[in-house]
């Protein structure tokens, strides 16, 4: 599986060597002077995604199309590509495509060159093309544009077609189909059986058809061209007189089209590719081994530990040494992953320590990193305490925020079933919705604003625990399932309701991103937002749609990763907005919902509907660990541990980056533990929704 998380970076403006794939040159054609190549497809490799998802540069089929082409239609021989139509497979349409069919991945461009040298076999019945077509199709839209760079009509042997086309739903609304400008005739002697180049220039407000660098014609562009993105489309589809499908005098009882390679060339001052094209290393690995993990969780003289300092550069595979100093009594290390882990049978022992970790590569470069700090000392014990809320309404959010507090989200409680408890459970009473503070001595106090905050909700739609974060300068910020985001100034008090522009987009779960950024996921919306300087709310959509989006945390690299629960995958766009896409969860309907960057340098999520926790890594592998009931909220503890909620089960998880699940029973019967946080002392804070209290698990 070609990686998400490793792909290359190809844009548009930085000046590339007309090289084709598999390092053979190439001389430009004249009508690209000052552009630059950003694709050369030679189909020495041919990068097809096998089921029309992922990240690849091709994809089987055309996404509106529900029949996808049959094994051995596209084939690759000396590194040519065959689109083949048989007439005993029942289709009309061998075709590949530069988008995901969920639009999950795709290689889209605004304005450049487009070349491609091809060959097809001309018989009645026979509709080669090479064509581009707006990702935002993909998305639902209806209104799109279409740039067909070559289409040919068996029964037209002498003439071949290069159209625009402006749709809104089935209506053409502007169309070049007419023979003064797009039905361009072959120069004397030439015939379509032998090899010649295609190729358009499309520059704002323009396009320009060329026949083997020979200019044959050109139209103006509608206004929806430099609005949108466009991705290829190679294919062989059969239909004579236009109509696809028709076998009306048709006698061949297979069509190809060949195609040598497909060469795209852009000017320095063009709109960059798609964010997707920009596929950057995600991680930001870099060309120089060293070492990306700057900081070890501190281990716990009675509880396992695992934790991998992450190397990166260089050329794998990596050896790990010890090179000065001493791990802890009680640890030891992986020679081949780096792993420092709990020694079998042995325990850690308490006190400081500092050693210096060397990696070497497969060239004998080597790179080190000191690690310092302290074994905590024992022994510990899931030892619960709760508070009480002054008020009947149930805890959802948590988070450490201003004054060294922790900070709770509060919603009503609502007549009817409780969807984490058994169907006999019911609420009971009725609350305010309100924000609280809780200090670390347990005292809490409920924020009282000047004006009342935004409904929340009913809490029975989907468990959140990541409503709340902690802004600059002692504000807090609060996804509101009304649509509303609240930006709460603790010290005055006071409060600022922006609300986005999609109706009923349903905020989910905030966080704070690296730079300072607000983000957070619009669950009924399918779509992540932001807020920009002047209180704009941006929207965009997730990968995938009808996703679902929930949980969403930082990552390295400046990325923002979320879960997509109805899509059942893991999302990430970077936070310039230039990069996206998502990785698929292995097992089917797992509802992720919260999601959480783990000490081990790779992402951990909860799998609300099968009863697991995931985590992701670099290379995109999926790890997945069952555990007890539906876990919910998951958060990082202070010692290099994950932990979640069990809000079905009554329970908090603690699972290590190894793997090793252990669970504790809340003590406060049926009480619905949802949000959960690591306190500044040390504690895990969690909240108690169907109890109205606030829950403490102390580690020390």
Not at 363 to 378: F, P
Not at 465 to 479: F, K, P, Q, R, Y
Not at 496 to 520: C, E, K, N
Request: with cysteine.
């Amino acid at each position: 599986m070609k990686s998400l998380l490793r792909a290359s970076i190809i844009c548009a403006g930085a000046a590339v060597a007309a090289f084709s794939q598999s390092g053979s040159p190439f001389t430009p054609p004249p009508q690209v002077s000052g552009y630059n190549l950003v694709l050369s497809e030679d189909f020495s490799s041919f990068d097809l995604s096998p089921d029309g998802y992922g990240m690849h540069r091709w994809y089987p089929g055309i996404y509106f199309n529900a029949a996808k082409p049959l094994p051995g239609s596209i084939t690759i021989s000396n590194s040519i590509l065959n689109l083949r139509w048989n007439r005993s497979s029942g289709q009309t349409n061998t075709s590949i495509q530069g988008c995901a069919n969920n639009a999950g991945h795709c290689n889209t461009y605004r304005y450049g060159y487009f070349e491609a040298k091809m060959k097809w076999d001309v018989a009645n019945g026979a509709w080669p093309a090479f064509w581009m077509i707006t990702e935002q199709g993909i998305w639902g839209e209806a209104h799109v544009g279409e740039l067909d760079i070559f289409e040919g009509q068996g029964n037209d042997p002498t003439h071949y077609y290069g159209t625009i086309n402006e749709w809104n739903g089935p209506y053409d609304l502007v169309t070049t189909n007419s023979q003064g400008n797009n039905r361009f005739a072959l120069p004397a002697g030439k015939d379509f059986s032998g090899w010649h180049t295609y190729g358009v220039l499309w520059v704002k407000g323009r396009v320009t058809w060329f026949f083997d660098d020979v200019e044959v014609g050109t139209a103006v562009t509608p206004a929806i061209f430099d609005q949108q993105d466009f991705f290829l489309v190679l294919g062989s589809q059969e239909g004579s007189s236009w109509q696809m499908g028709n076998l009306a005098g048709v006698s061949s009882e297979a069509l190809n089209l060949s195609v040598e390679w497909v060469h795209i060339y852009q000017s320095p001052t063009s709109p960059a590719s798609s964010a997707q094209q920009q596929t950057a290393n995600l991680f930001a690995h870099p060309s120089t081994l060293t070492f990306l993990t700057t900081v070890l969780a501190d281990p716990s003289s009675l509880l396992p530990y695992a934790a991998a300092p992450q190397a990166a550069g260089g050329t794998p595979p990596y050896r790990y040494a010890i090179k000065s100093g001493v791990l802890p009594p009680g640890l030891q290390l992986s020679q081949t992953t780096g792993m420092i882990s709990s020694a079998p049978g042995e325990a850690i022992v308490s006190g400081p320590y500092s050693f210096t970790l060397e990696v070497t590569d497969a060239t004998n470069s080597t790179a080190t990193r000191t690690y310092t700090g302290n074994v905590l000392e024992g022994p510990f014990s899931n030892s619960f305490t709760s508070f009480t809320l002054p008020t009947s309404a149930a805890a959802n959010g948590i988070t450490t925020g201003p004054g060294g507090d922790l900070w709770f989200t509060t919603a009503d409680h609502h007549s009817g079933r409780h969807p984490f408890l058994a169907p006999t459970r019911r609420y009971q009473g009725r609350g305010r919705n309100l924000i609280g503070r809780i200090s670390t001595a347990g005292a809490i106090t409920m924020l009282d604003l000047p004006s009342p905050v935004t409904e929340m909700g009913t809490p029975s739609a989907v468990p959140l625990g990541g409503d709340i974060a902690s802004g600059a300068a002692g504000s807090l910020w609060i996804a509101e399932r009304d649509g509303a985001i609240a930006e709460v100034d603790t010290a005055i008090p006071s409060q600022r309701i922006l609300r986005s522009a999609t109706a009923q987009a349903t905020p989910s779960q905030i966080m704070v991103a690296h730079d300072g950024t607000i983000w957070f996921t619009e669950a009924a919306g399918s779509q992540l937002a932001h807020i920009t300087t002047d209180g704009s709310i941006l929207e965009s959509r997730t990968p995938s749609p009808n996703s679902y989006p929930l949980g969403i945390t930082a990552g390295p690299n400046n990325l923002v990763i979320f879960t997509e629960a109805g899509a059942n995958r893991i999302g990430f766009v970077s936070e310039d907005g230039k990069l996206s896409g998502d990785i698929p969860i292995p097992t089917a309907n797992s509802f992720p919902i919260s999601i959480v960057f783990g000490p081990d340098n790779a992402f951990w999520f909860t799998e609300y509907g099968a009863n697991k926790i995931g985590r992701i890594d670099f290379s995109e592998n999926v790890t997945e660990f069952r555990v007890s009931s539906a876990p919910t909220a998951i958060t990082v503890g202070p010692d290099g541990a994950l932990y979640f909620t069990e809000a079905a089960g009554n329970r908090i998880g603690r699972i290590t980056v190894a793997g090793a699940v252990t669970e504790y029973e809340v003590p406060d019967k049926d009480s619905g533990p949802n949000g959960i946080v690591g306190g500044p002392d040390g504690d895990l804070w969690f909240t108690e929704s169907t109890a109205s209290r606030i829950g403490r698990l102390s580690l020390r």
